[in-house]
């Protein structure tokens, strides 16, 4: 069911201080989003969302939930002083699965929205075309489910949720001796890194496309803009504003890594030793 530790030897600064992090930074996250949202709306007299504010908006609140619903089990364990297999085996496979979980749910979302900027930029007349925010109501619930249903795997004996030191958390086991568990930990790994190498190259291909805007802007004289063409009219987005979309994927990046490092650089070391 898991590992058990006797007492703590860790204080649980670390964890208060990154759960007040998630929280302050995805809240800060939401404000900037709709006073950029309010902005849109006032400047383009429309009131419908477009489909990157409805993915980053998502790509928030997930992130949001999954802090408030992992975090405070650890400081619980620490004012309890008990690891949460002791107070609660069940308590940790609810642990495991909320942090792959979100884990992976929140870097999909993470990888969408940097694909949406990449396709966006790099194609924009298709982009205007075939893409509406209709796609993100049929994107974000296949997400979801695809997530829900890979990390509830380990219910089944495919994968194991095992306690980690010093007993406040629990995760996929990474290092299991039976064929089907190490499978299913190989498999998580492989997806983690896809997604990460994939949001890596989507966003040096944005900032690529904003330099060559950039420097279309410098030899024409004047701020250029990228044109998309829809049924009725013409959109101009700026480069301004790109650059915005660009410095909110950084910075929900910055979250994401800053919350979930370990659990990444560990599942990379899962592949590395496949390699």
């Known amino acids: 069911m898991g590992r058990e530790f006797k007492g703590f030897s860790h204080t649980p600064v670390p964890s208060a201080i990154m759960f007040a992090a998630g929280i302050f930074g995805n809240g800060l996250a939401l404000v900037i989003l709709e006073l950029r949202r309010r902005r849109q709306a006032k400047k383009d007299g429309q009131k419908h969302s477009a489909l990157f504010h409805i993915l980053i908006t998502a790509l928030v609140v997930t992130d949001l939930t999954g802090t408030c619903l992992a975090s ?46 990449c396709f966006a930029l790099g194609y924009p007349y298709l982009y205007s075309r075939h893409v509406t925010k209709k796609w993100a109501y049929i994107i974000i619930p296949l997400l979801f489910v695809f997530s829900t249903l890979f990390c509830l795997l380990p219910f089944f004996k495919f994968g194991s949720y095992v306690q980690y030191c010093p007993g406040t958390w629990c995760f ?45 802007r410098k ?3 004047s701020i250029v803009t990228l044109a998309k063409r829809s049924n009725s009219h013409r959109k101009l987005v700026s480069m301004a504003e790109e650059v915005e979309h660009l410095i909110l994927i950084f910075f929900m990046t910055i979250i994401f890594v800053i919350c979930t490092l370990p659990l990444v650089v560990r599942s990379l070391f899962v592949v590395i030793d496949l390699l």
């Not at 405070?72 to 495991?96: D, H, M």
């Open 172 to 216: 996929i086991d990474m290092n299991p001796v039976e064929p089907e568990h190490r499978a299913y930990a190989n498999l998580y790994a492989t997806i983690m890194l896809v997604l990460v190498l994939t949001i890596v190259v989507c966003n040096g291909f944005v900032v690529k496309q904003l330099f060559r805007m950039y420097q279309r």
């Open 219 to 221: 030899r024409q004289g």
């Open 72 to 117: 405070p089990i650890v400081l619980v364990a620490y004012t309890l002083n008990q690891t949460v297999t002791v107070s609660e085996p069940i308590v940790c496979q609810y642990f495991g699965f909320t942090m792959t979980f979100f884990s992976l749910i929140t870097l999909s979302l993470l990888f969408t929205t940097a694909l949406d900027r």
